[in-house]
């Protein structure tokens, strides 16, 4: 089999076993088993349909049997874990992509070791190193340390993403783990990576069991990484988790956890807030940072902080002046207001630096930002100086991802040494001491390691891995995904909190994802939670969607709740408008020009509803009433000129039309006045003024598509039909 029809037949077996026809499953997973040779496979499989065989003929015989229903889904789940294994197994023998490569290669015993093994490599470091910096001058020794810790790193890394089921006794190694007393945070980090990546592969309880243990742990950058893995996995697997009855027990535990509910809710935000990226990232690349770079000039004659305090105060006040007209300030804002939100303002700046050597290895995406890294010592020293301290800085700030530090250092790295120091010693200055000494003791530190802000960094170093590796187009791209935690029976509990809904309805609706804002309107709709404003933006959905029918009931279930909001009123107006209901619509209007009299918009709808009706004569009231309050109303001028022209003034529409000719007129314009000219027997202009008609539409098909949509109204007032050819053959 080639490896589209091995994951044909493995999807086709999904769809039974999600349908539960579990017999159709095992009789179509057994025919997949036969292109392998895996007889351990074969066994379990034939095992589970023994056990259901005998189930289903207890069953028939009328044998009541209190545990059947759990041992039914203890079968499913059996089954389903055999067909994962034998489409891995079976793609390892066709496929040439880059994880299947490295399951082949990672089968090998003399190219792994064992987690124990890896574990004592990984908790010797510590004490190597500290060896180490007492002989700063033993290079070789150092290369060696190193080399030996991060060789362990990746076969830990690379042994566990291809490791698809644990056994026991990789269980107690695992747990050995997360136990380590000596085991450094960051390689705890990256196992935990590794874990979340094969559980994205393929599903195991085990694993999952292990990260709800992980998610206890004390320290936040731990904890956080298990959750965001666990709520990635709830995703991708929400069909299977409920065949595990002692996770889904495990899992609703956590709910009595202030703690959890609060973090898997911002979790949740987090993960929405991702589907912007892509949208923030063209902002910055096309509008932000084009704009920044455009007006840094203006930065370059600002007066800096002189030492003689006599200047102070001595700043051009046009500095000022021409900063906020550049639109620069503003610009900034924006970038500020973006980040504080917590969305991921720097994709864009670093997605084009991530081509360095470092990130050819896909353990190191997830390897927590560390000064101990063998790329950094060969740049930096071992022991940065104070020309370099911004690397400190480094390891505590919380608005970069550990990916994009890794990329800034390499980055500076590239500098010539010379002027790396002079712009080192200009970062490290006396405000950028300060700056670190707030970021380390006041604490920064600890608000980078807040669980909000671990849990943001790292989903950011996951959308990096997915959005940028060299792989990606290999791997599922689960940021592409509709991730709609709160539907999930799992997290119905925690999430389906109408307070929670909302936020998640707001954000998406703040986004403009009407869809998926509207989906989670509907269910505090449905649940009896909704209040006027849950009505309103509702209806806004359903209006984007151009489903006027029901955008009026969520309107007028909103208006009902808040009588008489100005909003809702013009919102329903809008709407029966579209409907091309005028009489409805004019009527609402009317609602809000009761409320805003003076509103220039509303009475100009009024006015078109009342045209739309050929109620000419109430609509030119409205029009001219616009007239009075503003001047040089080119709108107004236009609703005059046609309204006196459908009611036969034409002397007055054509007073108007030369008004609106003089001022930008557009095709339809000169249309409108060749009409009005017809009329008054102008044949002259006529032929003018469709000719310019013509000539602003760029085609005759346009001219006579619009020509052809008045044909009705001329021939009303009295054109002759077959006048009309002649005239259009003069143009």
């Avoid at 300030?329 to 939100?341: A, T």
Wanted: aromatic share 10%.
């Amino acid at each position: 089999m080639n490896e589209q029809a091995i994951k044909e037949q493995y999807n086709s077996i999904v769809s039974l076993l999600e349908q539960k026809r579990l017999k159709e499953a095992q009789t179509q997973l057994e025919a997949f088993l036969w292109n392998g040779g895996d007889w351990t496979l074969r066994n379990r499989l034939e095992e589970a349909r023994t056990s259901y065989q005998y189930m289903l003929q207890y069953m028939r015989q009328g044998i009541d049997d209190p545990e059947r229903q759990k041992l039914y889904i203890r079968l499913l789940a059996e089954t389903w874990e055999v067909a994962d294994q034998v489409q891995l197994s079976l793609l390892e023998g066709v496929s040439t992509h880059y994880y299947i490569g490295l399951r082949r290669n990672y089968k090998h015993p003399v190219l792994i070791s064992n987690l124990g093994t890896l574990l004592k490599k990984l908790e010797a470091f510590p004490d190597e190193m500290a060896i180490c910096r007492l002989t700063p001058n033993d290079q070789q020794s150092l290369d060696k340390v190193l080399n030996r810790h991060e060789n362990a790193q990746k076969d830990l890394f690379l042994t566990t993403w291809c490791n698809s089921v644990w056994t026991a006794e990789e269980v107690t190694e695992a747990h050995d783990i997360l136990t380590s007393e000596v085991l450094d945070v960051n390689d705890l980090c990256l196992f935990i990576s590794a874990v979340n990546l094969s559980l994205m592969e393929c599903f195991d309880s085990r694993k999952l069991s292990w990260l709800m243990d992980v998610y206890t742990h004390a320290d936040s950058r731990v904890s956080q990484r298990a959750l965001v893995g666990i709520v990635l996995i709830m995703h991708i697997y929400s069909n299977r988790i409920l065949l595990y009855p002692d996770l889904a027990a495990r899992l609703s535990l956590l709910n009595e956890n202030p703690d959890y509910t609060k973090q898997l809710n911002n979790i949740y935000i987090q993960l929405l807030r991702s589907k912007d990226t892509d949208k923030i990232d063209k902002k910055m690349r096309e509008e932000i940072i084009p704009g920044v770079i455009k007006n840094a000039n203006i930065m370059r004659n600002m007066k800096l902080d002189f030492d003689d305090s006599s200047e102070d105060n001595d700043r051009n006040p046009d500095w000022e002046k021409a900063l906020e007209n550049s639109g620069l300030e503003e610009k900034i804002r924006e970038i500020s207001d973006l980040q504080m939100e917590g969305a991921d303002v720097y994709m864009s700046t670093f997605s084009m630096l991530k081509g360095f050597p470092f990130f050819h290895q896909c353990n190191n995406w997830f390897l927590p930002f560390t000064l101990q890294h063998s790329s950094l010592i060969r740049q930096y020293g071992l022991n940065p100086t104070q020309e370099n301290s911004f690397l400190n800085l480094m390891q505590v700030t919380g608005f970069l991802c550990d990916s994009d530090k890794y990329s800034l250092c390499f980055t500076l790295g590239q500098i010539p040494e010379k002027n790396r120091g002079m712009m080192m010693q200009q970062m490290v200055s006396q405000e950028m001491s300060a700056f670190m000494e707030q970021e380390m003791e006041s604490g920064k530190q600890q608000h980078a390691r807040r669980p909000d802000m671990v849990s943001q960094q790292y989903i950011h170093d996951l959308y990096r891995f997915f959005k940028l590796n060299q792989y990606k187009n290999e791997m599922r791209d689960i940021f592409k995904e509709d991730i709609a935690l709160h539907r999930l029976p799992i997290f119905k509990e925690v999430l389906c909190d109408p307070s929670f809904l909302k936020e998640v309805a707001d954000f998406r609706f703040q986004k403009e994802h009407y869809t998926e804002a509207l989906d989670t309107y509907r269910m505090l709709i449905d649940n009896n939670q909704a209040n006027a404003d849950t009505f309103q933006k509702a209806g806004y959905c359903l209006q984007k969607e151009k489903r006027y029918t029901e955008a009026i009931d969520a309107y007028r279930r909103a208006d009902i709740l808040n009588p008489d909001h100005v909003w809702t009123l013009r919102h329903l107006a809008t709407c029966y408008r579209l409907k091309r209901d005028f009489v409805t619509a004019l009527e609402y209007y009317r609602k809000v020009a009761d409320i805003q009299p003076n509103n220039k918009n509303i009475l100009f709808l009024i006015g078109s509803c009342l045209t739309e009706q050929e109620l000419y004569a109430e609509a030119l009231q409205y029009f001219f009433r616009l007239d009075f309050m503003e001047e040089d109303n080119i709108k107004a001028w236009r609703a005059i000129g046609w309204c006196s022209f459908a009611s036969g003034k034409y002397e007055q529409a054509m007073r108007y039309y030369d008004k609106v000719l003089a001022h930008h007129p557009l095709a339809a314009d000169y249309l409108n006045a060749g009409h009005v000219a017809w009329k008054m027997g102008n044949m002259d202009k006529v032929a003018e003024y469709y000719g310019r008609s013509m000539m602003e539409c760029g085609s005759k098909d346009k001219f006579l598509e619009m020509f052809n949509e008045d044909k009705p109204l001329l021939l009303n007032l009295g054109i002759a039909e077959e006048d009309i050819p002649l005239i259009l053959d003069m143009v």
